[in-house]
């Protein structure tokens, strides 16, 4: 008789009825990922607007090392949500502690909190109630992240996450769904305002291609919906990698599509960041 060397399949024990073997961890670590790169975009963004618009004159090395720490922030916010999806090992090769990154983060989050407060208060001679409140807002998400790392119940997956059952479709799918439904809203009521338009503005040639791009938009909202729809209800991974791949596809063409236009309007009317925030706050009050 000849043995079987077939590889061997273990039973995850569930904690409870209704309760994923990784107790939702690891789509908590993909908002995580998904938020501080994020996050890290939108500070570089702000940040370059902000010094080309020549707003970094005064207390420019402050204001260099504000955003450095917040961008420091965002990272150890994205390590720490891959920790939590994906495990991590150490050096050995032997499972680490996937909290190991989510304490880090909680640590220099709280930090930070309080040196932007007195960055705010002493340098920037903001009231005490604004530096307060700023430094307690950013200092609630690490709280509530140092509080999850260091819960009892989560004591036994310290030697590493067990890999759900449905290998965190469920949690990129819902993900997918929710930022996919906010986008095509958004690109909707968008696309609606600029097609109310008078005939004059829609005869501009800009007028016409602003409504092909976030025409252009809303199709890529809705391909982003229709993957994660489809990872809510498929039993496979097949038909949602598929869409997913399509929607991946699509939507860094139009990307580019969308970026390129824009290049164009900004070069064509010469903005800067000052001229634009001027001809907004005129076109509000007009």
Same mark, same amino acid.
């Given at each position: 008789?000849?043995?079987?060397? &077939?590889?061997?399949?273990?039973?995850?024990?569930?904690?409870?009825?209704?309760?994923?073997?990784?107790?939702?961890? /690891?789509?908590?670590?993909?908002?995580?990922?998904?938020?501080?790169?994020?996050?890290? &975009?939108?500070?570089?963004?702000?940040?370059?607007? &902000?010094?080309?618009?020549?707003?970094?004159?005064?207390?420019?090395?402050?204001?260099?090392?504000?955003? /450095?720490?917040?961008?420091?922030?965002?990272?150890?916010?994205?390590?720490?949500?891959?920790?939590?999806?994906?495990?991590?090992? #150490?050096?050995?090769?032997?499972?680490?502690?996937?909290?190991?990154?989510?304490?880090?983060?909680?640590?220099?989050?709280?930090?930070?909190?309080?040196?932007?407060?007195?960055?705010?208060?002493?340098?920037?001679?903001?009231?005490?109630?604004? &530096?307060?409140?700023?430094?307690?807002?950013?200092?609630?998400?690490?709280?509530?992240?140092?509080?999850?790392?260091?819960?009892?119940?989560?004591?036994?997956?310290?030697?590493?996450?067990?890999?759900?059952?449905?290998?965190?479709?469920?949690?990129?799918?819902?993900?997918?769904?929710?930022?996919?439904?906010?986008? /095509?809203?958004?690109?909707?009521?968008?696309?609606?305002?600029? #097609?109310?338009?008078?005939?004059?503005?829609?005869?501009?040639?800009w007028g016409v291609m602003l409504l092909v791009v976030f025409a252009l938009l809303l199709v890529r909202s809705w391909m982003h919906v229709r993957a994660g729809l489809a990872g809510?209800?498929?039993? #496979?991974?097949?038909?949602?990698?598929?869409?997913?791949?399509?929607?991946?596809?699509?939507?860094?063409?139009?990307?580019?599509?969308?970026?390129?236009?824009?290049?164009?309007?900004?070069?064509?009317?010469?903005?800067?960041?000052?001229?634009?925030? /001027? #001809?907004?706050?005129?076109?509000?009050?007009?």
């Open positions: 008789m000849v043995a079987s060397h &077939a590889p061997r399949t273990e039973l995850v024990a569930l904690p409870s009825a209704g309760l994923p073997a990784d107790h939702g961890l /690891a789509s908590l670590g993909l908002m995580m990922q998904l938020a501080g790169r994020t996050t890290s &975009a939108l500070v570089a963004l702000a940040a370059s607007i &902000a010094w080309i618009d020549g707003r970094f004159h005064h207390h420019t090395a402050w204001y260099g090392f504000a955003i /450095a720490l917040c961008i420091a922030r965002s990272q150890l916010h994205r390590i720490a949500g891959r920790d939590l999806s994906f495990g991590r090992r #150490s050096v050995e090769g032997a499972p680490a502690d996937p909290f190991d990154a989510t304490r880090s983060y909680a640590i220099f989050g709280v930090g930070q909190a309080v040196v932007i407060g007195l960055i705010a208060a002493l340098v920037f001679e903001q009231p005490p109630a604004a &530096a307060i409140g700023l430094g307690a807002a950013l200092a609630v998400w690490p709280a509530v992240l140092a509080v999850v790392a260091w819960l009892p119940r989560f004591r036994p997956l310290r030697d590493g996450i067990p890999l759900g059952e449905d290998r965190g479709l469920e949690g990129a799918a819902i993900a997918m769904t929710v930022l996919g439904s906010y986008g /095509a809203l958004s690109t909707a009521a968008l696309l609606w305002l600029i #097609s109310a338009l008078s005939p004059h503005h829609l005869r501009h040639g809510l209800r498929a039993s #496979s991974f097949d038909r949602p990698g598929e869409l997913a791949a399509r929607y991946a596809a699509f939507g860094v063409i139009s990307a580019f599509c969308v970026g390129g236009v824009l290049l164009l309007l900004a070069m064509s009317e010469r903005l800067t960041p000052r001229r634009w925030s /001027a #001809s907004s706050s005129h076109a509000g009050c007009s």
